[in-house]
């Protein structure tokens, strides 16, 4: 057997209570939609604005993203427009966290922005047609994270908050916490860094800075939160001709470098973690700019797997879109988005990755998993998303994001951003946002037919979803 068919055997035997359930257990179509057609979209937008869309975060009923340089927050059952912040370009998706206390709600939105500046948005309710920046006592919550010497200093990556509430007793800053990674624009471009500020007041100094002189590091490009071990993991770019490290593990308490690793290319692509009940409960995966996905213990950085076959085999040039990995009993299943337009299914043993199945051509966003239906779903370049079978890789049913359907045939000059969450009537939602120069930006909503905890509710990849089109 191959290590395909080594890999493919091993995550079905783990899936075959599910698999056997999707045989004999019937499909609950969604509360309130009866809707089987071709198009049958909850909403849809044309922003009229061609740049990159971010992935929507949900909170009180209301979906937060931003465009191009707009925060828009709208109901997540109509889309309506409910709230908007304007700045320079946003990197990456806005972090919401509800700093309040237990039953008394402070929500706010960190946008780390273009110009080098952080931002604090206050989302108490009702919203006004313009978001507010927030205030405490009188200081209007904005950092200015750019040095005095360098105008054109920028962030890229997103702003991770870790709440005390949240976190475990090893945390003893005793304050919540927003973190912000730099991109210098100019002068010295390898002396990055990562701050941490009061997420009560960032107007304040910095609570603890990695990287003051120590480590060469290149501009940060994404962060991911390891909550479980009060870590911040955070990939950056790897200039030509130097030699340095493109991720670290830094420590969440201090700022302190726990470890680093990945030399000689970029890390772009945000890491994701293992699933705590699957094989690799104590790895992350790491997808980089030389197209492979690795395996790292996240306790200490030692290395556990180097999938070659995805950069090697398959000619992927770089891995830009964020990873993801599965939970349930898909555990161990990571997935990964190549320059070469293919979805990537792997499966971590615990000592290695090895490769599961591979998607058609022309994907082109990250994946966005949905475990308890045992499913994913992924962008392509013909203007829809496509729901794949978490343990096949095979392409059941399709739905149209854009307006007119358009179908693209240069797949750089789009992106797309899938976002699944749980509504408040417990149903699952879909939402995709891509982004083409000849069409902008445009975003659609899709309810999946599925309720959470409906035990009789399991689809497979015969049935209709609602808006969703049947693949031959």
Known sequence: MSRVDIAAGTVRARLSPVLACVLVLAVTQAAGSDCLGL?????????????????????????????????????????????TFSTSGIARTPAIADLGIAGFPQVYVFVAARDGRLYKLDLAPPLPLVLPVAKTGSKLQVRDIKRDSCSSDTLLAEPVVQRVAESNPQFTLGKDIVMVATAHGCGDTTQNQVMAFDAADVTGEPLWVFNNGSYEVASFRSCQLDLSRNRLVCGAEHPAASFQYSLFSINTTNGSLAWAAVADTGVHARVALGAADGPGAANLYVGDQSGHVRSFDAADGAPRGDNATVGETNHVRSIDDDLASADGVYAGLILATGSDGVLHALFDSGSDVVPVWDSFQSVVSGPAILSTLGMVYAGANDGKFYQFDLSTGGAGASAVIGLDGPSFVYPSDRSMELTIYLGDDGGYQLVGSFDDPDYGTQSRQYRLPCRWLVPSCVPDVLIFQNGFEQVP
């Open 39 to 83: 198009d049958c979209a909850e909403w849809q937008h044309l922003w009229g604005d061609a740049h990159q869309p971010t992935g929507y975060a949900s909170v009180n009923g209301w979906l937060v993203h931003a465009i191009s340089g707009t925060v828009h927050v709208q109901e997540q059952g109509s889309g309506a427009a409910l709230s």
